[in-house]
């Protein structure tokens, strides 16, 4: 077998491996974490301190039926929770996690990572589309243009960095954040960044696609066992992506103090800096409402757009100087 | 099976006419929603994320519970009245154990009166709690109903000691209450009073101050006084329109005009004004509480009471103040024993009567935030 | 009296930039205050609550110590004053005894309000509430008490023991 294959295959292999992991970890962070905030145990039943329940729950969803509902399109409604999926594991790929932990080196990293993001909207629109449900479409009108709004300071607030590295790759831009993390200097792009990417993975207090006071539960409704399961996943490998892109590009990847092996060890700085950024989005999950759909519009529009092109702008004028 | 536009058909007053038909559909919220509280219906008409139309349908939860008090004496139909609003059991009791008073002349100890103004208001904060936190939960955070139940929990043990029971109170008696409180009762509802007027602080500065939370119900859902008016509405709903309408004061009932207390209102009559009143409300619950404690009397807890209550022929009505706004209860007695009728006018009923005009060209996000802060109970509207 | 109207203020664009940003850092502050709180809930049932004395559940009989059983007399008032025609009381004429003697006391639990009103009606105090909460089953059927029956469990052990001690 030549060598580029086995690589290719054992990467694929790890890579869907630390999807369904992080999907683990990240559903029990915010079990417990939301049960500490209100004031409650969580999750004690399963294993000590309740650490297997995941997996049990991960066991029933698959033995669930996937129900189909009447009048919905079924090929369609199949296809979502598959089309959802799949692109967000790809992003993986590129990701460094340390120096030597990285499957492939990409010149475009990250415009790659942003494009296969981009997909999950998609997803959502052909879910909603399918489930022949009002709700679902609501919540899928809603994904759809709050995914598109958001993207453009998501990418506005990229760009200042990317300004300042001239890089798109991503070791590149690690690289070039030797003395000092971009955040130091970029610290509105970070806000910004992080905001939208809140908005763009549907999170509190932005998760109006699945309102679940207003539409039930959104383009996910009529979903169940595993076709929701599909989405949960995605949900939670799509904050990865986020939190890793965010701790590249600010809070510079897999550098810290230096550990034996530090081209492989510096996965575990990665991995600190990216769950205390989901730790993060977690908590304002459970302590904010949720924002009304204009509210959400008008957020963008008047703020994150303009004070994202003025950090633009003041970005390229000090490139520039210096 | 009929079509839910001929359901609709049935139910809409009149069509909306300026925006084109074709654009409009009908969405089902409830009777099974997350935001509906219970088994309230309400038929959308929607254009696109606005509501043209909304109907409340009634109905689901219908129990006969106005039959039923025909065919009972006083006392077997005093559980029934717990079961209407299960959210502040005690003031159904209060009016109706108060109605049998006042119909039958029947003297109530003084005791008796004051523990049941302490009770009612507690209840009414355990009613508010509920409140509080099912409103934010309609808005989208989850955390603050875990943090009022928290509190709620405090009181429902205080009042459980006390009555027996945690939610549908059976506990006034006509003449008196059926348990008497003891120095227990009154240092822990003191201890709860402290703990309640720190946790205040807690609610504002995770609800009240949070810009998304004054975003989402500043400006929504305004009840002009005319139309409170108009539609009956009592409670925190006419008081947020800036009416100080409060039975407790308009026609001091029981010992209520022994203590100082306020009435708060609002200025604008939206969403946020029924919440800040209620908070206020909380407020002023406590003061009361404490008064009626200071003051609290020795003496029995149960007048002397026929054990067969002859009712007089004629008619007798007594109005409190419940949780949610003016409870009245209405007797015509043809003599026996049983009421010839019992009328039941329920605060959530007149404040839901509101919904359809207050609906009309909201977005779906505003009508979930208008309608939780109406706050309404489902089976009190129902009964 | 009205309540505060400060919220309402017209902040402009960057005074609510400020204020917004403030108040959910605050909110903020207030949840991860929260988590590093101890827990308030129970985790029944591996733990359970106290349940005060004044629990009012289903319905029981009094056990009196004098006689080993209980006091009623079988005058029926219990059932009548139900509102929910919940309890039948039978009791049958035995020779050498003054009044009749239970022989039937069943509760339909299914059907019982717990309004109290046949503790507070029974003459000779009888009645008394249950403080058991943790009632489950899967038929109606389990939920139709047999009241003397349960009176005789609950009071065979420490019968033998007040037989036995003092
Ligand atoms: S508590 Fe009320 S409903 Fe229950 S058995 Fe006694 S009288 Fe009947
Ligand atoms: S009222 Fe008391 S004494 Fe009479 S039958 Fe019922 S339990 Fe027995």
């Not at chain 2, 997350?34 to 038929?43: A, E, K, M, N, W």
């Not at chain 2, 003297?107 to 099912?134: F, K, M």
């Not at chain 2, 459980?160 to 120095?183: A, N, P, Q, W």
Request: hydrophobic share 45%; glycine share 8%.
């Amino acid at each position: 077998m030549p060598p580029e294959l086995l690589r290719m295959i054992i990467t694929a292999v790890l890579v869907v491996a630390f999807v369904f992991l992080n999907a683990m970890i990240l559903g029990y962070m915010e079990r417990k974490i939301s049960a500490h905030i209100q004031r409650r145990p969580g999750l004690m039943e399963v294993g000590p301190h309740g650490v297997l329940q995941l997996i049990v729950d991960g066991l029933k969803l698959i033995g669930k039926q996937l129900v189909v509902p009447e009048g919905s399109s079924p090929f369609l409604f199949r296809l979502a929770p598959l089309l959802s999926f799949a692109p967000c594991v790809l992003p993986f790929v590129v990701i460094p996690f340390s120096r030597k932990l990285q499957a492939v080196s990409m010149d475009v990293g990250l415009i790659y990572i942003l494009a296969m993001t981009s997909i999950n909207v998609v997803a959502v629109l052909v879910a909603g589309w399918a489930s022949n449900n009002k709700y679902s479409l609501f919540g899928t009108f809603r994904s759809v243009a709050q995914a598109v709004s958001y993207e453009i300071p998501m990418l506005l607030s990229l760009l200042a960095v990317i300004m300042m590295t001239s890089s798109f790759s991503l070791e590149g831009i690690i690289e070039a954040q030797k003395y000092y993390w971009f955040i130091l200097i970029q610290p509105v792009a970070f806000i910004i960044y992080f905001v939208s990417g809140l908005a763009e993975t549907n999170r509190a207090p932005f998760d109006l696609p699945e309102a679940e006071s207003e539409l039930t539960a959104g383009f996910h409704t009529e979903y169940s066992g595993m076709g929701f399961s599909f989405f949960f996943l995605a949900e939670y490998a799509n904050m990865f992506t986020v939190c890793s892109i965010a701790t590249i590009l600010f809070l510079g990847g897999w550098k810290g103090i230096p550990l034996p092996f530090y081209d492989y060890s510096g996965i575990i700085w990665f991995l600190l800096k990216v769950y205390g950024l989901l730790f993060v989005m977690i908590w304002a999950r459970w302590t904010y409402p949720r924002v009304r759909f204009d509210q959400l519009m008008t957020f963008c529009w008047k703020y994150l757009i303009p004070f994202s092109m003025a950090n633009l702008l003041i970005t390229a004028i000090m490139v520039k100087i210096i | 099976m009929e079509t839910a536009k001929e359901q609709a058909a049935q139910y809409t007053l009149e069509p909306a006419t300026d925006i084109p038909k074709s654009n409009h559909y009908y969405l089902n919220m409830g009777p099974q929603h997350p935001s509906t509280h219970g088994v309230l219906r309400v038929l959308l008409e929607m254009d696109g994320e606005y509501v043209i139309k909304a109907q409340p349908v009634l109905g689901y939860g219908h129990r006969m519970h106005e039959k039923m008090a025909e065919h009972k004496n006083w006392m077997a139909f005093m559980p029934n009245t717990g079961r209407m609003d299960y959210a502040a059991a005690l003031p159904f009791n209060h009016g109706y154990a108060a109605l049998f008073e006042r119909l039958c002349n029947i003297e109530v100890p003084e005791r008796a009166e004051y523990i049941r103004v302490i009770t009612s208001e507690l209840n009414r904060l355990v009613s508010h709690h509920l409140w509080l936190g099912a409103f934010l939960l309609d808005l989208g955070a989850f955390t603050p109903i875990l943090y009022t139940f928290d509190d709620r929990e405090q009181v429902l043990d205080i009042l459980e000691d006390i009555t027996g029971s945690r939610l549908t109170y059976c506990y006034f008696r006509v003449g008196g209450v059926c348990k008497d409180i003891d120095d227990k009762f009154v240092e822990r509802t003191r201890a709860y009073i402290k703990r309640q007027r720190e946790r205040f602080k807690v609610y504002n500065e995770l609800v009240t101050g949070n810009i998304i939370f004054l975003k989402r119900v500043e400006g929504v859902g305004i009840i002009s006084p005319e139309m409170a008016r108009r539609y009956g509405a009592t409670g925190p709903v006419v008081r947020g329109s800036g009416i100080a309408y409060d039975i407790r004061k308009a026609e001091p009932y029981s010992v209520y005009d022994r203590f100082d207390f306020e009435i708060p209102t609002g200025t604008t009559g939206d969403s946020l004004d029924r919440y800040l009143v209620r908070l206020e409300e909380m407020e002023q619950s406590l003061r009361i509480i404490e008064q009626a404690l200071e003051q609290l009397p020795d003496g029995p807890y149960l007048g002397k009471v026929p054990k067969k209550l002859k009712l007089p022929t004629g008619d007798a009505n007594f109005a409190v103040e419940a949780a949610r706004g003016e409870l009245s209860y209405y007797l015509v007695s043809g003599g026996g024993d049983m009421p010839y009728r019992l009328k039941i006018r329920v605060p959530s009923y007149s404040n839901l009567s509101l919904l359809p005009e207050l609906a009309q060209g909201m977005l779906i996000a505003d009508l979930v935030a208008a309608m939780g802060s109406l706050d309404l109970v489902i089976p009190e509207i129902d009964r | 009296m009205n309540v505060k109207t400060d919220l309402r203020a017209e902040r402009g664009y960057f005074g609510e930039l400020w204020f917004g940003a403030k108040s959910l850092l605050i909110g903020l502050k207030v949840t991860l205050k929260a988590l590093f709180k101890p827990i308030v809930t129970v985790q029944y049932p591996r733990e359970e609550c106290d349940i005060t004395p004044n629990y009012r559940g289903h319905v029981e009989l009094v056990f009196n110590p004098e006689t080993g059983g209980c006091d009623c007399i079988v005058c029926g008032m219990c059932a009548r004053a139900c509102p929910s025609d919940c309890i039948t009381v039978k009791g049958e004429k035995k020779e050498g005894e003054k009044g009749k003697t239970l022989t039937l006391f069943s509760l339909d639990f299914t059907k019982c309000s717990l309004c109290g009103s046949c503790v507070e009606t029974c003459p000779k105090s009888a009645l008394t509430y249950s403080q058991d909460y943790n009632i489950a089953g899967f038929t109606r059927e389990e939920f139709h008490y047999d009241l003397i029956e349960r009176l005789k469990r609950r009071h065979q052990q420490p019968l033998a023991a007040a037989a036995g001690g003092n």
